[in-house]
């Protein structure tokens, strides 16, 4: 397939914390499975991961370790340009244009700020925190992403840069940008947490228990999701019970790691003697599915100065089209051309 017929992509992920299995789950496995269909961008976004408190002697190897995560995994550096966000000037300078086409409160809406906003301490919240959602329409429209695969929890950013993107078409009279759709997968759009399947799993949240990491050593996996809350029941069925949602979300990543269907899979453990027993199947799938992405991952670690010529390399192949998408939002803005 020529790259005119395949659709851009665009998506990334902040490096703040360890890349958990619903990071994987609802956004890497689709960019994997689909590299051949997709003219695809993946970006580590640093510029994201400073919007909360974070620690500025980690984020550098933090930003490494996620482009080396992303190739672990399964996506291919020549086929899919991996870079880091930061190394392009142009996503801030973005951002600061389209910050002047923002409405306040579209900010103050977004259900992530508020949460954000809630978890931090008094008085250190940033104003980056609010504009967060602007940076990342910037990521997605410099590069004319028609395709945006994330899991359910990006769904209003989303819609937040379709609606900026339209709007600024609609003032600037032109089509400079094109309008994004979301791509979330049927099967783990929502991992949610192993300690508390009420709330999303999260790499911020640090309780030891709550999330499988990339990383985790098979034993650790398996101690984390031995030990995730279910219920006092014993029938292993998906459902949209508050009550049930242990054992659903244990079914739901064994649903999306196996690919099997729901019917296929209840009637697996329709034979079960209890949730251990589904517990030490999904532990078995999810350690299967880490195995070669953490050896695949110490093979690149070990040589950190190829990953960083790759990403030296990629981040002038985003240059070639961010650049021109800039350009041609300079002008619609009117602003005086650079000699
Ligand atoms: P971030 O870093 O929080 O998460 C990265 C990706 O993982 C997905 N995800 C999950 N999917 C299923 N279950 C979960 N528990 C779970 N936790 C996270 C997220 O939906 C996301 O796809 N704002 C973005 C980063 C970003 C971005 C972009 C994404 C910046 N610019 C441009 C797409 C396009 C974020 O914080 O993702």
């Not at 809630?118 to 028609?146: F, W």
């Not at 517990?279 to 991952?297: D, F, G, N, S």
Request: net charge negative; proline share 4%.
């Amino acid at each position: 397939m020529t790259d005119s017929k395949r659709k851009r992509v665009l998506s990334g992920i902040q490096p703040s914390g360890n890349l958990t299995i619903g990071n994987y789950i609802g956004a890497i496995r689709q960019w994997v499975q689909y590299q051949d269909q997709f003219d695809a961008y993946y970006c580590v976004v640093d510029l994201h991961a400073i919007t909360v408190d974070y620690d500025q002697t980690a984020l550098a190897a933090k930003t490494r370790e996620v482009a080396a995560l992303y190739i672990a995994c399964g996506l291919d550096p020549h086929r899919n340009v991996i870079f880091v966000q930061s190394h392009l000037t142009e996503h801030a300078e973005l951002a600061w244009l389209l910050t002047c086409n923002t409405p306040l409160g579209w900010l103050q809406r977004m259900t992530q700020f508020k949460d954000k906003a809630a978890k931090q301490e008094e008085g250190s919240v940033s104003a980056g925190l609010l504009t967060y959602p602007i940076l990342m329409a910037a990521d997605i429209l410099l590069y004319h992403a028609e395709v945006v695969p994330v899991g359910e929890d990006q769904k209003q950013h989303l819609e937040f840069t379709r609606d900026l993107a339209q709007r600024f078409n609609h003032r600037f009279g032109q089509e400079v940008f094109t309008i994004p759709e979301p791509m979330i997968p049927l099967a783990g759009a929502r991992v949610m947490g192993l300690d508390n399947p009420t709330a999303k799993m999260s790499k911020s949240e640090t309780s030891q228990y709550h999330a499988v990491y990339l990383l985790d050593e098979p034993d650790m996996a398996r101690k984390k999701i031995m030990r995730a809350v279910t219920d006092s029941g014993r029938e292993i069925r998906f459902s949209d019970d508050p009550e049930r949602a242990g054992v659903n979300n244990l079914l739901n990543i064994y649903q999306a790691l196996t690919g099997q269907s729901r019917e296929a899979i209840e009637a697996h453990f329709a034979t079960a003697r209890g949730y251990g027993d589904l517990k030490k199947e999904v532990a078995e799938i999810v350690i299967e599915t880490l195995r070669p992405i953490q050896e695949r991952y110490r093979e690149l670690t070990s040589d950190m100065g190829e990953l960083d010529n790759l990403l030296r390399q990629n981040a002038d192949k985003a240059r070639a089209v961010a650049q021109p998408t800039l350009q041609a939002v300079r002008e619609a803005m009117g602003l005086l051309k650079k000699s």
